[in-house]
């Protein structure tokens, strides 16, 4: 600005500026927020820094450019605006969601933007406009947010545009019937019940202040017979005497005849505005206006006077009565304790000679009056003269929601990732009509292969298992079907192209078709279900298995009890050792159950057996590690519980003395392993030889050697018992 030639345009040398005119062009310098002025009836352009990247390559030749200078399509679209806010005839025009192209890191993108159009008083131009303010507040994010709500109502749009506290009505003019909100009514001194419900037009209108009331009449008689848009500011006088001004906007509308049909516009209660324009200078008032308009609070810090000045806007935002004088004190009280070093820090900063000269901070504070927690973004400019700050100014705005949306979207986006994560969860992305495929990184594992390497539909299909491809292929045409259009679930092997490794993989997914019916888009997630899978298949064997056991166990236990129950012995007798073996039996598959019938070890068949039997004590164990077949191991246990019941009641087991010692190796002869084991008795009673076999002698000689495919032998020694067994490991 200050290298600018200024004399060269209708502006003249600044130095001839007019005050109105250098206040404004002070005041946009300090925002950092993208303004423009055009000044005079030649609307010379002037803006700042963050205006500048709407022009893209005409910046930064723009400055100082006359309107008449700009290209024929510009001046048609808004040359009728500036002459009539030129002329005093418009208080002001807004855009919302304004289309707008701005240059960012040398391209150009789309952005939306509320741009307003304000006059800028000056007492010295022949109406007493100077010029045109232009604002332009970037929403392009909240228009991304918000793209899929639309307004269904003509009043609620409008009100939208305004700032304050907005009323809305709507004018039925053939019904002669006036329907309006609470707030609408309250002001017109009319009960909303009856204002909701509608009443005639003319039970609003005493509340119009006298001076007002013929041409605000004039103005709706003109627009109900014209239509289109209007908009007027009056005063109403309330029910207690007071004054409030009001700003109406609305439009009219005439029926397929032309003819007056309704009218429909919103309010608002400008009051704090005009008394604002009454205490401050008019070319400062214009500004204010705007800057409320945009949300925008202003401030204004003088350190050589230590003079703060701060508009009702900024009092609103930090809960200030207007009574609070402006002072440090009264700031400092309201900022979150944790951010106060770091703001005063920015601030030091800015009003350094050698610093930025600016400051864009963004800080808590406890809100006045209510102590709310609330989100401030601050920015400012400082000025420098003789190497000190004369002047700090700039503006506030509360960006509570901006923050709390954007920490709420990373809560989501966070939650989400610690979901996938935690369920093993790969996402994939199919454009249809180009063919591009995308993986997410887990997708990449599941098919073993690095992320980031290219991939398409047929490199998908080449990784699934050749069983399957068919079956998938078929689940994805259908899935691509307009005319099916089922849910797309399969379960599938992959095998993958990396690892070599065979994997079960469960899929969902879900078609997009668009407006023509075909299908456009297709996205899904992967999940690696290898483990459900082998869990499936180990459930299978262990209920064969299971089967399996039980057919076996009722053989052996209809085997003990035809053996037990021969009419030998007295029915006690026979129902003790027919208990006894289910008991031997019940252990041994209780071991083996520990082991998920897969087998056991001898160590631990031996040991279980001397544990029932006397103790450890009376045992002495010795031999290799062997692990014994489901069936081996059941067999052995029941010859050797047989073994250790007859030495409880005649043998080694029946004295206090007695010893059994159990030894075991794995066979010497070749072909399949095989197992020797001992079993000796010592300290016991004179061994006598039986004159007939029992079942227990008969069960182990002959059942264990037809069961185990050995053979077994017991010796019936003086000095104690001796059993040998030869018997197959994997019977």
Not at 103 to 110: A, F, P, S, V
Not at 266 to 284: G, P
Not at 293 to 298: E, M
Not at 415 to 422: G, K, M, S, Y
Request: aromatic letters at 8%; glycine letters at 8%; proline letters at 5%.
């Amino acid at each position: 600005m200050s290298a600018f030639d200024w004399s060269k345009t209708p502006l003249g040398a600044m130095d001839a500026w007019s005050p109105a005119l250098r206040l404004s062009v002070d005041m946009i310098l300090a925002a950092n927020f993208p303004m423009a002025l055009r000044w005079g009836p030649e609307l010379v352009l002037i803006y700042n820094d963050a205006y500048a990247p709407a022009l893209h390559e005409n910046h930064p030749q723009a400055l100082g450019v006359l309107f008449t200078q700009t290209s024929p399509e510009f001046q048609a679209s808004i040359r009728a605006l500036h002459d009539d806010i030129l002329a005093g005839a418009s208080p002001g025009y807004a855009f919302e969601k304004l289309p707008l192209r701005v240059t960012r890191g040398g391209k150009q993108e789309l952005g939306y933007f509320r741009v307003s159009y304000s006059p800028v008083p000056d007492t010295t131009s022949a109406n007493g406009v100077g010029g045109v303010l232009v604002t332009a507040v970037e929403i392009s994010q909240s228009v991304a947010d918000q793209k899929t709500l639309r307004t269904t109502q003509e009043r609620y749009a409008m009100a939208r545009e305004a700032a304050g506290v907005v009323g809305a009505w709507e004018w039925d003019i053939k019904a002669n019937k006036v329907y309006a909100d609470a707030r609408y009514a309250e002001l017109h001194n009319v009960s909303p019940e009856f204002a909701e419900a509608g009443l005639p037009a003319q039970s609003y209108t005493p509340a119009v202040h006298p001076e007002d009331a013929d041409r605000i009449r004039d103005t709706a008689l003109k627009a109900a017979r014209e239509g289109g848009d209007f908009s007027e500011e009056y005063r109403l006088v309330q029910a207690d005497g007071s004054i409030r001004w009001i700003y109406t906007r609305g439009r009219a509308y005439l029926d397929d005849d032309g003819q007056p049909h309704r009218n429909t516009g919103v309010i608002v209660d400008i009051t704090e505005r005009k008394q604002v324009e009454e205490e401050l200078a008019a070319a400062r008032a214009g500004l204010d206006i705007a800057a409320e308009s945009a949300g925008l609070g202003r401030w204004d810090y003088d350190p050589k006077n230590g003079r703060r000045f701060w508009d009702p806007r900024v009092r609103a935002i930090f809960g200030l009565a207007p009574n609070v004088p402006a002072s440090a004190e009264a700031f400092a009280a309201l900022v979150h304790p944790d951010d106060v070093e770091g703001l005063n820090d920015a601030v030091n900063a800015a009003m350094e000679p050698t610093g930025p000269g600016a400051i864009n901070q963004e800080y808590r504070i406890h809100r006045g009056g209510d102590g709310a927690l609330r989100w401030v973004e601050a920015f400012g400019q400082a000025f420098f003269e003789g190497g000190q700050c004369v002047r700090f100014v700039g503006v506030v705005s509360d960006v509570t929601e901006r923050r709390e949306a954007v920490e709420r979207t990373l809560r989501q986006e966070e939650t989400l990732r610690q979901a996938v994560d935690a369920a093993d969860v790969g996402t994939w992305d199919l454009d249809i009509d180009s063919g591009a495929l995308t993986w997410s990184d887990r997708c990449y594992q599941m098919f073993g292969m690095q992320p980031g390497d290219p991939v398409d539909l047929e490199t998908a299909y080449s990784l699934i298992h050749p069983g399957d491809v068919a079956r998938v292929r078929d689940a994805t045409v259908q899935a691509m079907d307009p005319a099916i259009r089922p849910e797309y679930a399969v379960e599938y092997r992959a095998i993958g192209r990396d690892d070599h490794v065979e994997r079960w993989l469960g899929v969902k997914g879900k078609v997009f078709f668009g407006d023509d019916g075909k299908a456009h888009r297709f996205v899904g997630a992967v999940v690696n279900i290898t483990d459900r899978k082998r869990s499936e298949l180990h459930l299978r064997l262990l209920v064969n298995e299971l089967n399996h056991r039980v057919k076996n166990s009722l053989a052996t236990i209809q085997a003990i009890a035809a053996q037990s129950f021969t009419g030998e012995r007295a029915l006690p007798q026979a129902q003790e050792a027919f208990s006894s073996r289910i008991v031997a039996l019940a252990e041994a598959h209780d071991l083996l159950t520990r082991e998920n019938w897969e087998g056991a070890e001898l160590h631990d068949v031996t040991a279980r057996l001397a544990a029932l039997h006397g103790g450890a004590a009376r045992f002495e164990l010795s031999g290799p590690s062997i692990r014994l077949s489901p069936k081996t191991a059941l067999s052995l246990s029941m010859a050797l519980h047989e073994l250790a019941t007859n030495a409880m009641k005649y043998g080694a087991l029946s004295t206090p003395e007695g010893q059994i010692r159990v030894v075991w190796d794995f066979a010497p002869e070749p072909g399949a392993a095989r197992l020797d084991l001992t079993w000796t008795e010592s300290g016991g009673p004179l061994v006598k030889p039986p004159t007939d076999r029992g079942f227990g002698s008969r069960l182990i000689e002959r059942g264990l050697a037809a069961e185990l495919s050995g053979s077994a032998a017991i010796d019936f020694q003086p000095e104690g018992v001796v059993c040998r067994i030869r018997a197959l490991l994997e019977a």
